[in-house]
């Protein structure tokens, strides 16, 4: 596994750098075009055997970053030991957005799913959630709406992924026409993984988000060292049904930044500006008061370009920071500045809230969330 910087630069400024994603290369958006389409040369950073397999596995590991993995190479031997290197997650480096972008093919402008809460006709919707503040919106923002671009093109594979997760909103949204397999326990996905190689299927689509949630609710300690072992375990497990000329491709959505009790909130003057905010925690958008939007780009650079990129949408939508130049339908869902931190801190706000808190965070351009691994392996 190689370190590889994408291509560009973002910000005037040098120091810190953010890792950008490289929409035109290797980006978790290319993977499923890759494989389900002939390659040509653009396409070196799939491995091989992945290109010539008659069968493939794509193991997404939710919250699996390029560098956590590097830094604990020794805790995942298995994983360790396959053919593979970094390559870029999307912007945000947030999970509705990267899945979304891995399964359709495409970059977040292209399919709108541009955060994990989105501004959309005078609400904040979270996406994993498919809520409001005024509860279910699954009737009034239908998800097959909000998201229009068909997953793995058109193919109907079998996606292997939680029971739970079959009828929410999200999964409306980016995998509506795929097949869905439930599981319950890890060792079902395996089974079910087994099932479906069995029965000849061609390309199979599995889910796996323990290592997200361990990181979430601990932070990398010894708790989430001990899920990356478990993960490697899974990954070998799967690695064992593999039938000669199948691979198993093993990728994520997301990195993680060990955030603990550092929470800040938006300056006030940053706030009197501001009408709503949406995005998340480390990618807040504000969205600008009537007639703000100058002055909100202005109190946000002053307060917070000591701990955050502070981007405004002119500049990102210029710098494709989300790829080519959105549909006009979906500019609304964007706020006018956003604060990426590149300190480990997250910015809080009251409507962003859970069960838990968090003390492992993702969705800025560090390289920690950015980057993700691209790792094959086949049959023995």
Same mark, same amino acid.
Request: aromatic residues 4%; without cysteine; glycine residues 4%.
């Given at each position: 596994m190689a370190w590889q910087e994408p291509p560009g630069a973002f910000m005037e400024s040098t120091t810190p750098t953010p890792s950008l994603p490289d929409y035109s290369g290797a980006c978790i958006s290319n993977i499923v075009p890759a494989l389900l389409e002939h390659p040509d040369a653009g396409r070196s950073w799939i491995p091989?055997? #992945? /290109? &010539? #397999? &008659?069968? =493939?596995?794509? /193991?997404?590991? &939710?919250g699996l970053g390029f560098d956590q993995l590097v830094e604990r190479r020794a805790l995942a031997p298995t994983m360790s030991g396959l053919d593979g290197e970094s390559i870029s997650t999307v912007a945000p480096s947030t999970t509705a957005s990267a899945l979304t972008s891995l399964v359709t093919g495409s970059a977040p402008s292209q399919h709108g799913v541009i955060g994990y809460r989105v501004r959309t006709g005078g609400e904040t919707l979270n996406v994993l959630r498919w809520s409001t503040a005024s509860g279910d919106a699954r009737t009034r923002i239908p998800p097959r709406d909000f998201q229009l671009l068909p997953s793995f093109a058109d193919r109907r594979p079998p996606v292997i992924t939680k029971a739970e997760f079959a009828n929410s909103g999200f999964t409306l949204a980016h995998l509506s026409g795929t097949r869905l397999v439930g599981y319950r326990v890890t060792s079902s996905l395996v089974t079910e993984v087994r099932r479906e190689l069995d029965a000849g299927e061609p390309f199979i689509y599995a889910y796996y988000d323990g290592i997200d949630k361990v990181a979430h609710e601990y932070g990398l300690g010894d708790h989430y060292e001990a899920e990356l072992r478990a993960v490697d375990r899974l990954v070998g497990d799967v690695l064992e049904v593999l039938p000669p000329g199948a691979a198993l491709v093993v990728t994520a959505d997301h990195g993680h930044v060990h955030i603990g009790d550092r929470l800040v909130e938006p300056h006030a003057d940053v706030l009197e500006?501001?009408?709503a905010q949406s995005g998340e925690a480390r990618f807040r958008w504000l969205h600008a008061s009537a007639g703000a939007g100058a002055a909100l780009v202005e109190a946000a650079t002053e307060h917070h370009r000591d701990v955050a990129?502070? =981007?405004? =949408?002119e500049q990102a939508l210029d710098e494709r920071l989300f790829g080519p130049a959105p549909d006009h339908a979906i500019l609304d869902r964007y706020g006018d500045v956003a604060l990426v931190p590149f300190e480990p801190i997250a910015f809080v706000e009251s409507g962003d809230t859970g069960p838990l808190n968090l003390i492992g965070r993702h969705g800025s351009l560090t390289s920690a969330e950015m980057r993700v691994p691209l790792l094959v392996g086949s049959a023995n």
């Open positions: 091989g055997a #992945a /290109l &010539d #397999a &008659d069968q =493939i596995v794509l /193991l997404l590991l &939710d500006h501001t009408a990129w502070v =981007i405004s =949408i």
